[in-house]
Every structure is written in structure tokens, then in C-alpha cells.
């Protein structure tokens, strides 16, 4: 069948069709409701008075809710003191000191979780290449065709050995490394210039001129620089190796640069300005594509980048919003696939937040027999499937199946075959939309109640005397109010229970009924119960009083607490229980600050050691150290009990391991190192506010079907699989992603294309059963040149790093490196021999859409997952790779290649940004105030010249050395340019879905080396290559394979 490829401007939905139940349109009421991103629907096709609503930005506390109104009785099936939980209420009950356990008997067995595998196992890395030493050197670029063209000269004489990549090696020769610097010297050969005549502005490095300006440091002592020759360093690529008969010549002007006899020529280093630029890649898909609203009813269309500001229009595809794929248009065999080696990945975000101008899916109910599916696969109805025999049968796009549509959906079609309702009916037109769940999409066939949230705080020593207990409580009292809610539901359906730990745990009883909240010890961790049901989980408004009495009280009881040592499983498992008491799905919010290593199940002990980065054993450290863990991470996700986790250590508490649940129920963590009040409280805040406040589904499963030909095989992602089709999340927020990979399993044919058809189905904040549905159609090829004009790099890199850090828990992280520079070397290298027209072999040319893939893919390979500085630790390092791992394509693109604004730049009477410059040492100038951000921290770098000038107005204080480097925010100025930073940082911060910690850096300060940590276009203190030697590397490598 032919998609959906037509502009339309149908009528907007809500015209009732026979048949139709209507779709429902909770915010309709224009009721503006604080705090949470809403479950509004929209009009179709553009704004229609009355129905629009801004969604509110997120993160942000809004005025408290208006209504005062007595609640409404719970819609929830809260079990009022089942008998088995009764006899709990002889627990010790007390107000303030804790008090010694009151050990009871256990509540009736959970159910067993359903029989299933492991979560996927790792995918085994094929082949593995070593790194010889490089032979080539590169000298110039020029743009060829549609592909980007770098020509490289001859070369002899073997470089010095053991210069592999990856590992942190020594300097390979004497002197300190320097930024910027690259290709080796040539000793003995003369350089042999490239065939036709390149635009001189794009040759590299060979044009003599003043030093690289940003260039630091003394010159390493064997090689005096040269004018116009950035110092080099012995041992990168690029030894040549002699005049190569593909060569022309030397091209005019040769002559000129001299290939003096005897002593060695001057080395040659490629121009940082003539290779490809993100900066530039990003510019220009602002400009082409920034003005335009994305439309989706074109098959196989390739969306602007993350990095692009832009609208979609939703006309049969999903939004990129909501999916995005390493390519758009797939190759048509399996061995067309692996001949290229890109990956066929998507990666998806299925409760994405849209921006305010964007409709938010239609909820559908097609009534008592549930959504339409087809009766074999069970696919959804979506824009593809075609309706025949006058619209009373459909046919499946996905598996051809033909289906009876049933009485109460039948529609005539029109003369094209299309229904008439066509444009009424979201699943027949759009991309995205949901269909309300019967029962049968519940578990145990009964619909589900409304979820809790169960906070949950560490009351050791070490949280009190930080004045974290006391901060979580303060905030809780404003924060309950803002929890998610409904369309327009006038409050939140979710019940709230609090606990509070260390070695042992308090459960409290906050019924409304009571004068003051009553507190129950569970010292017997070992057999987690929970001791009350009635008055455990409660409704904020009925039990209010009660509950801010509590969160007075707890900072006082535990004020002179000497306990330092705390549990940690036996609180998940209390959460878990306490869950499976109301059966109900829910959230658990831990605040824990330690390794638990108080005697209990899930006890730990620390197991840092750093002797093992680069050895085989690296990768336990990513490992849980005990498998407990995973066990009860399946038993919280058959609940429905998703886990978000802040961590306040001081020291290692083991993320690998802690981290397990969380990451399998599709929670969250969140860390804050070294947690100060002062400093760290306004990040902690923020991120706890809009953790709580966030949209967010409960007991989800995911399933993405596609069409004959290609299938899901592999998944990426905070989740868990009991089997090998359904991702399962006790919990999915709307920041989640899940990266899939399909893989051939027939032909596909350049007719029909491909379609991906992801269905979530989950609970909703206010109980709802609901399943939103996701579709996408992709153009398959024959010509692997169209293949690769359809990529997207952001989308390969997400995919790339994702298969690499999961790589990391199986494989020594070396061998993972090597794959990763194998798999992409064979990507360029098909794409050389096959779809780039006839050049020299000496020329590394690069595909348009993958241009960015070579400095991209040495930003993954110097992360601090795979190649730690010694600043790095190993929870720093287990819990980046958790984060990535649920990252969508706009946070990896940024984490990896961070944003660098020249602050001084800026526009201080316009909204925008000042231009991105390129993450290199070369581009600051000490004149100059700088901003980074990878999505995780915000560095202000300070030039040592910025005029006094500015540093008042920044800073308020009157010279550079005056400056603070303890500040974590900018003091508020009344001057322009103050409000201008402030007002950038801010929108960033708004940007991205944690708030980032803000670090002041002066220049030549020690706090530097961090910052240029972050400049990943520079070689790396610990080994990492500059990104002109990693594309010589890429250029070698891409040569290996095709000679
Ligand atoms: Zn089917």
C-alpha cells in the first residue's frame, strides 16, 4: 500500500463518526494546572482556539494549587486492613526516639515472578583489530562531491612501536604533550604532495604562518618548532612512507613549502579548519532546516538534527521526538546490511515531552472490545494498514494478514480506498496516538489503582550532619503538592508513605484520622514486612497536617543519631511490600548516602580497586558485586515498583551495584559527590523537584514490531526483559529512551519499505490503563549510496555508545575500543569503495551524513567509561554508564561533544546564544570568558587577560584573582551582561533534564585540567588522541581494509 504521503488539512477531530466513541480530551477544560507537563489533547493540525494549552516548562515549582477543595473519595481499591496485615499493629508505636524492633510476622508470600532469561545477553564483538603503527599522514582536504575529501601524502620509515591507541600511554617521547599537536615527522622522506591542485584555503598545515594561536607550553625538545608547524609529537599517525604512484604531483606552490635536503622536512600537521566541524554541521542545519516545520507524511525522510530548533508536524509518521533511526532508509538484504556495517537502530522515547506548540497524542477508545489489532500479530491499527472488500476487511502492513474490521469500526472508503473517516480517526492518520486499555491489558484482569510515591531517607549520621534529612523534609512539605496529575484533575491520585532508615527502618503511620504521626520500627531486616497498611499510603490533602507534623519531626528525632552504618535492599524491599499490600504500581524515591554494610540481605563491601582499569578484570567493576540484587530488581518490576535513587557519598558506596534497581525498573539515579548545603542544594532541589513532578507511566512493556524482512533483536535501555520481545519498566518517565536494534530476517522490498510499529503500554499517574502507539515508515535501498545519504551520526553515536558501554560488562574495555574503531573504519571504508566515485587511495573521503562520525566516535572512545582519568572514579564511571544508557539522541550528542559559547560574545540586548565554537584549546583566548555544558555540569571558564571590566560585572569582585573558583551559581548583578550569563545559563539549564552543576574555572588554575577534559577535539592527558590524529588514525585504518 501506498503510506500516507499527502499534505492535508483535514478538519480537526471531533466530529463523532458512527462508530466512534470520541476521543477524550481531559484538558480541554482549559483548566491550567501547576506543576506537571499535561495529558493534554490538542487540536490536529494547528492550534484551534480554546483547545491549546501551554504545557508549563518543567523543573520548575509553581504556585501551589488553587483548590482547597475536600478530595474526592479515592477512585483506589486501598484495601483497609486486610486481616493479614491486622495483627501488625501490636509493632512498637511511638513518636519520636526510635525504638527498638518489634519483630513481626511476615505478610503472605509474594507471587513469583514469571520464569524468564536474563536480561539480553551481550552481544559478542566479531573481530578485533589491533593498532599497528600508523603509516600515513594527512595533508589535505578537499570537499568532493557529496563527500568529504582528504588527501594524503606518501610516507616511509616505520614509526616508533607501541604507540597503540586506547590504553593511557606514556608521551612517546620526551618533552610535555601539547595541546593541538599531531602528525608525526617525517624523519627521511620528503613530502609528497597531493594530485589536483586543492583550493589553498583548504590545505593543511602546510602553509607556513605564526604558530597555532592557543598553542601552551614549551616545545618537546627534539624538534625545535618551525614557523607555521604546531609542535608534533613522535608516534601519532602519519609516518609516510615514500612517493605512491597514484600521486600526480606536486601541486603549484609545492615548491614553496619546501622539502629542503638532509635534514628532516618540517612536519606536517593537518588543519583543525579544514577538517569537519560539528560546529559547522550544526550551523548549517540550523539555517537550511530551522524555519520549516518537520512533516511527517513523507516516507523515509530524514529529520533536522538534535541540535536544530524545529517544529513536527505529526501526517502519518512519529514525530523524531519520539523516534529517531541510525538511517532512514535500510538497506534491502541482510548482506547489503552487513557489507556496510551501520547499524539499523532506533532510538526510542516514548513519553517524550513535546514543546508547548505541539499536540500531545489523542487517547482513542475504540469501546468495550479494546483497540482494533490484527488477528495475527497483533498489530495495532495505525495509518498503514489497508482497508479492501469496501473497508469491511483490512489487510496488516505488517504481516499481510487480512482481518474482519468489526462491526462497530466499519466504514465505507472512498473512490482512493481510503475511509471516509479517515481523517477523523487518529490511527488512521496519525503517528502517534493512544487507545484507552480494557481490562484485558491489566494484570490479573483487574483494573489497576492509582500508583504511590514512597519517599524513603537515610537517617544515618553522615545525612543528618550534612542537613540533607532536614533539607528533604522542608522541601517534601512544598513538593507533595505538586505531584503528577491527570488532565484536569484537580489533585493528584497518587498516595504518598514515608519511611525513614539506617540500620533498621521506621515505617509511619500519617492517617488523617490521627493527631500526630505514629512511628513503626522494623529492626528484623533480614525478612522485610511492613508493619501497617491502613494509614501508610495516604492522599496529601486528607492527611496533610498529619504529614507535616512528620517531616518536622524527623530532622529532631534523628538529631543526635550516632548511627552510621545503614541497610539498603531491605529498604527496596520494604517499598516493594508495601506496594504489593495496596496493589498498586509506584515509585520509591531513596535518599541514601552510604555502601551498605550494616548486617542485612544485600549487604556490601568495598571492592574499589583501581589496579584493575586495563586489565581483563575492568569490567567487574561495572558489575553488580552480588547478584541479590538483580533478583529483587525482577521482583520490583513484576510489581510495577520503580526505583529513583539519590546518592550523597563521600566516599565509594558502589553505583555498579546499588545502581542495579534502579536501572532495571526503569528509575533514575542521581548523585552528588561530597554533598555540601551551601553549594549542591539548589541542584539537588531542582532535580528532586522535577524527578516528582515529571509525566511518568507505571508497570510498562514495550513491544516494537515491524514489518516482514527486518526484526527487533537487541535492546538498550533502564529496563528489564523477562523474554526476548518485551521491555518491561516497572517505571517510564518522560525522559527515558530505549535504543533497538533490528536485523534482517528476509528481503525487504523498495516498494513497500519498512515500518516499525512501538506499542507502550502502561499505567497512567492517574490509573489509567492506556497503550500509546508509535509508527514509523523507512525507505529500504538497493544502492548502499542511499543508505548513506539517509544516516544520522547523533543517532549512530547514541546506538554506538550504548553498545559499548553495555560492551563493558563482558569485555576487557580495550577490546571494546577496538571494536568500536573496527565496526566504524568498515562503515567508511564500505562507503569508500562502493558509493564514493574513483579517487586516489590516499584519500580519506567521508560520507556527508557521517562526516561527523570520526570526531564524534573519538569523543565515545575517550569518555570516562572507556579511558578513566585518574580524576574519574569508579562510581563516576558506573554511574555515566547507567546515565547513557537512557539517554536520547540530543543528551548524547552534547554529553559527548559538550557546547562550548564564547560568553564574552554574547548579544547582550538579543535572546540568542552566541555562536558554538569548537571544543579545542586553539579556540579560547585568554581575553575571553567561555561556557561549556555536556548536560551534566556547566563549566565558566576565565581567560587570565578578561578585562577587569567584565569580572566586575560577572563576579563582583574587582580582579581574576579575586575570583572564587568555589562558586557553584553566578552572583545576581544588576548590569547587562550579568543578566545576559545568567540568563544563557538558565535556558540550559531548562534545556536538559537534570540540572547541571555550574563550575567557575580559572585559567592556569588547577581546577583546569578538568575543564580541559571536556575540550574533546584535544588529545587527552590520559592518551586519548586529538581528533586530527584520531581521523589520520580512521584514514589508516579505512586503508587497511580496503587494500
Ligand atoms: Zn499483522
Request: aromatic letters at 8%; one cysteine or more; proline letters at 11%.
Amino acid at each position: 500500500m501506498s503510506v500516507n504521503q499527502q499534505a492535508h488539512t483535514g478538519p480537526p477531530y471531533g466530529q463523532p463518526q458512527p462508530g466512534y466513541q470520541g476521543y477524550q480530551q481531559p484538558a480541554y477544560g482549559g483548566q491550567s494546572l501547576p506543576g506537571v507537563p499535561q495529558a493534554q489533547y490538542g487540536a490536529y493540525n494547528g492550534p484551534v482556539p480554546g483547545y491549546q494549552q501551554p504545557v508549563p516548562p518543567q523543573g520548575s515549582l509553581r504556585a501551589p494549587p488553587t483548590s482547597g477543595a475536600p478530595p474526592p473519595a479515592s477512585g483506589a481499591s486501598h484495601p483497609s486492613g486486610p486481616l493479614a496485615y491486622s495483627q501488625f499493629e501490636h509493632g512498637d508505636v511511638q513518636n519520636g526516639i526510635p525504638a527498638s524492633a518489634a519483630p513481626v510476622q511476615r505478610p503472605p508470600a509474594s507471587q513469583p515472578f514469571l520464569p524468564g532469561s536474563a536480561p539480553t545477553p551481550v552481544s559478542q564483538i566479531s573481530t578485533f583489530q589491533q593498532y599497528g603503527p600508523p603509516p600515513a599522514s594527512v595533508q589535505q582536504l578537499r570537499n568532493h562531491m557529496a563527500g568529504m575529501t582528504i588527501g594524503s601524502t606518501a610516507a616511509s620509515a616505520p614509526p616508533p612501536a607501541g604507540l597503540g591507541y586506547g590504553a593511557p600511554r606514556p608521551p612517546a617521547m620526551p618533552g610535555p604533550p601539547l595541546p593541538g599537536q599531531t602528525v608525526a615527522a617525517p624523519p627521511s622522506s620528503q613530502p609528497n604532495h597531493v594530485s589536483s591542485p586543492p583550493p589553498p584555503s583548504t590545505m593543511a598545515g602546510l602553509h607556513p604562518g605564526p604558530p597555532m594561536s592557543g598553542l601552551h607550553g614549551p616545545p618537546p625538545p627534539t624538534h625545535p618548532p618551525q614557523p607555521g608547524y604546531p609542535m608534533q609529537q613522535n608516534g601519532s599517525f602519519g609516518q609516510m612512507r615514500g612517493p605512491q604512484p597514484n600521486y600526480g604531483g606536486a601541486y603549484p606552490g609545492a615548491p614553496n613549502y619546501g622539502s629542503p635536503p638532509g635534514p628532516p622536512p618540517p612536519p606536517k600537521r593537518l588543519d583543525p579548519d579544514s577538517i569537519p566541524s560539528p560546529i559547522q554541521v550544526i550551523e548549517d542545519d540550523r539555517n537550511n532546516r530551522g524555519s520549516e516545520p518537520f512533516v511527517t507524511g513523507v516516507r523515509g525522510q530524514v529529520p533536522p538534527l538534535v541540535t536544530t530548533n524545529f517544529l513536527v508536524k505529526d501526517q502519518g509518521n512519529a514525530s523524531p521526538r519520539y523516534i529517531r533511526c541510525t538511517s532512514y532508509n535500510i538497506p534491502c538484504t541482510s548482506d547489503m546490511a552487513k557489507q556496510s556495517q551501520v547499524p539499523l537502530a532506533a532510538v526510542i522515547k516514548p513519553l517524550a515531552a513535546l514543546p508547548p506548540e505541539e499536540t500531545l497524542p489523542y487517547l482513542v477508545d475504540h469501546g468495550e472490545s479494546g483497540p482494533v489489532r490484527c488477528n495475527r500479530c497483533k498489530a495495532y491499527m495505525c495509518p498503514f494498514m489497508q482497508f479492501i472488500e469496501g473497508g469491511r476487511r483490512f489487510q496488516c502492513c505488517f504481516c499481510s494478514c487480512v482481518t474482519e474490521v468489526p462491526p462497530h469500526y466499519f466504514q465505507h472508503l472512498d473512490h482512493t480506498g481510503k475511509r471516509v473517516d479517515f481523517y477523523d480517526r487518529p490511527e488512521l492518520s496519525l503517528g502517534s496516538y493512544e487507545f484507552l486499555a480494557t481490562v484485558d491489558y491489566c494484570k490479573n484482569n483487574k483494573f489497576p489503582s492509582p500508583p504511590a510515591f514512597i519517599f524513603m531517607i537515610d537517617v544515618s549520621y553522615n545525612a543528618v550532619k550534612s542537613g540533607l534529612v532536614r533539607l528533604i523534609c522542608e522541601e517534601l512539605k512544598s513538593l507533595l503538592d505538586y505531584l503528577p496529575r491527570e488532565g484536569n484533575m484537580e489533585e493528584s491520585a497518587i498516595r504518598v508513605g514515608f519511611v525513614t532508615y539506617n540500620k533498621v527502618l521506621h515505617f509511619y503511620n500519617v492517617k488523617s484520622s490521627l493527631a500526630q504521626p505514629q512511628m513503626m520500627v522494623v529492626s528484623d531486616v533480614a525478612d522485610m514486612f511492613v508493619p501497617l497498611l491502613d494509614g501508610f499510603l495516604v492522599n496529601v490533602n486528607e492527611s496533610r497536617t498529619v504529614i507535616a507534623s512528620l517531616l518536622d519531626q524527623i530532622p529532631e528525632m534523628f538529631a543526635d543519631t550516632r548511627e552510621t552504618e545503614t541497610v539498603f535492599a531491605p529498604v527496596i524491599q520494604a517499598g516493594l511490600e508495601a506496594l504489593k499490600a495496596a496493589e498498586c504500581a509506584g515509585k520509591l524515591f531513596i535518599f541514601h548516602t552510604s555502601l551498605p554494610i550494616a548486617e542485612a540481605p544485600g549487604k556490601l563491601k568495598n571492592r574499589d580497586d583501581r589496579k584493575l582499569i586495563n586489565t581483563d578484570k575492568e569490567k567487574t567493576l561495572f558489575q553488580p558485586q552480588t547478584s541479590f540484587y538483580n533478583n529483587l530488581a525482577k521482583d520490583c518490576v513484576a510489581q510495577g515498583c520503580c526505583v529513583d535513587l539519590f546518592l550523597f557519598p563521600n566516599q565509594y558506596l558502589d553505583v555498579a551495584t546499588l545502581g542495579v534497581v534502579p536501572y532495571q525498573t526503569g528509575g533514575s539515579i542521581y548523585k552528588y559527590a561530597y554533598f555540601q548545603l551551601e553549594t549542591d542544594q539548589y541542584r539537588f532541589l531542582n532535580d528532586l523537584r522535577r524527578d516528582v513532578q515529571k509525566e511518568v507511566g507505571f508497570d510498562a512493556v514495550m513491544r516494537v514490531r515491524t514489518s516482514t524482512g527486518i526484526r527487533a533483536t537487541d535492546f538498550f535501555g533502564a529496563f528489564y526483559m523477562s523474554n526476548t520481545t518485551d521491555v518491561e519498566m516497572a517505571g517510564l518517565d518522560c525522559d527515558k529512551t530505549i535504543t533497538v536494534e533490528f536485523k534482517h530476517d528476509d528481503k525487504l522490498s523498495e516498494d513497500s519499505g519498512a515500518l516499525l510499529q512501538c506499542a507502550l503500554l502502561y499505567t497512567s499517574c492517574a490509573g489509567q490503563r492506556r497503550l500509546r502507539i508509535h509508527n514509523l515508515s523507512l525507505n529500504c535501498c538497493t544502492q548502499l549510496a542511499d543508505l548513506y545519504r539517509n544516516c544520522e551520526t547523533d543517532t549512530l553515536i547514541n546506538y554506538l555508545a550504548k553498545f559499548a558501554y553495555r560492551g563493558v560488562l563482558s569485555s576487557p574495555v580495550k577490546t571494546v575500543r577496538d571494536a568500536l574503531i573496527n565496526q566504524c573504519a568498515q562503515i567508511l571504508a564500505c562507503y569508500r569503495k562502493n558509493c564514493a566515485s574513483p579517487s586516489s587511495a590516499g584519500q580519506l573521503i567521508l560520507p556527508e551524513c557521517m562526516k561527523l562520525l570520526p570526531v564524534y566516535l573519538n569523543c565515545v572512545l575517550k569518555s570516562d567509561v572507556l579511558q578513566p582519568g585518574p580524576e574519574v572514579t569508579t562510581d563516576d564511571r558506573a554511574y555515566i554508564r547507567q546515565l547513557v544508557t537512557s539517554m536520547d539522541v540530543a543528551e548524547t550528542n552534547v554529553f559527548f561533544y559538550p557546547r562550548l559559547l564564547p560568553l564574552t560574545k554574547a548579544d547582550v540586548d538579543s535572546d540568542s546564544l552566541p555562536a558554538a565554537i569548537r571544543n579545542s584549546e586553539e579556540r579560547l583566548s585568554k581575553g575571553d570568558i567561555y561556557l561549556l555544558e555536556n548536560g551534566l555540569n556547566i563549566f565558566v571558564w576565565v581567560g587570565v587577560s578578561v578585562q577587569q571590566g567584565l569580572i566586575q560585572n560577572l563576579f563582583g569582585v574587582s580582579s581574576f584573582s579575586q575570583i572564587s573558583n568555589a562558586l557553584s551559581t553566578l552572583p545576581v548583578l544588576e548590569n547587562p551582561f550579568s543578566k545576559k550569563v545568567r540568563s544563557i545559563v538558565d535556558m540550559l539549564q531548562g534545556q536538559r533534564s537534570r540540572y547541571m552543576k555550574l563550575i567557575v574555572v580559572k585559567q592556569e588554575d588547577k581546577l583546569e585540567m578538568l575543564f580541559k577534559h571536556f575540550l574533546v577535539e584535544d588529545k587527552s592527558l590520559t592518551g586519548g588522541a586529538s581528533y586530527v590524529d584520531f581521523l589520520c588514525h580512521m584514514h589508516k585504518e579505512i586503508r587497511q581494509l580496503l587494500s
